[in-house]
């Protein structure tokens, strides 16, 4: 009996070992460079454009304006933390590598400067700080479909594609509301 045993498991470990071992192969990757790159890149643009749409949320004169900025603020709260939930389940920095070698293929950051936002924060109330706070977002926003259109082009994953077409969709729509308040100043 034990003869017998010993003869099973010697076949069992010659069958076993007789048929080749299939190599693990990982499915590939949901999501590309340029998707982690929108996500970045909006992100960051997300924190610039919120500076200037708080302040003008506070403080210009046309109630319109501070609609638009308002809406902007929400809208930007909803969508980061998607973005923030996919980077960080993809295992990928929230923030882009800022060297401008990165970028390469599409330009620069496209970044808010520190002075374009102390401008509007000095700018007087009324007036002049409207139009300084319209020609900033519109200038930020142009950015944001920018950078949203990339992923169109190129992003991989499609939850992300989706976002970035309604994120060109709501920011075409906001930059044509501030053209109009623009031409009628």
């Known amino acids: 009996m034990a003869s017998h045993l010993i003869r099973l498991a010697l076949i069992l470990a010659l069958v076993a070992g007789c048929s080749p071992e299939q190599p693990a192969t990982a499915p590939a990757p949901a999501f590309n460079a ?7 890149m909006a992100l960051a643009q997300i924190v610039e454009g919120d500076q200037a749409a708080a302040l003008t949320a506070g403080r210009a004169a046309d109630a319109r304006i501070r609609d638009v900025s308002t809406e902007l603020r929400a809208q ?58 319209v020609s900033l977002l519109l200038g930020h926003l142009g950015n944001c479909v920018e950078t949203s259109r990339m992923e169109e082009s190129g992003g991989a994953y499609p939850p992300a594609k ?23 100043q």
């Open 76 to 133: 930007w709260k909803d969508e980061s933390g998607t973005m923030q939930r996919w980077l960080l389940g993809w295992q990928q920095p929230l923030t882009a590598d800022p060297s401008a070698g990165a970028h390469a293929g599409h330009g620069d950051l496209h970044a808010l400067r520190a002075a374009d936002i102390e401008e509007l924060r000095s700018a007087s109330s009324g007036p002049v700080f409207d139009r300084t706070a």
């Open 34 to 40: 340029t998707d982690v790159m929108f996500l970045q």
């Open 162 to 184: 989706a976002l970035a077409t309604t994120v060109t969709r709501r920011r075409q729509a906001q930059v044509q509301r501030l053209l109009a308040l623009a031409a009628a």
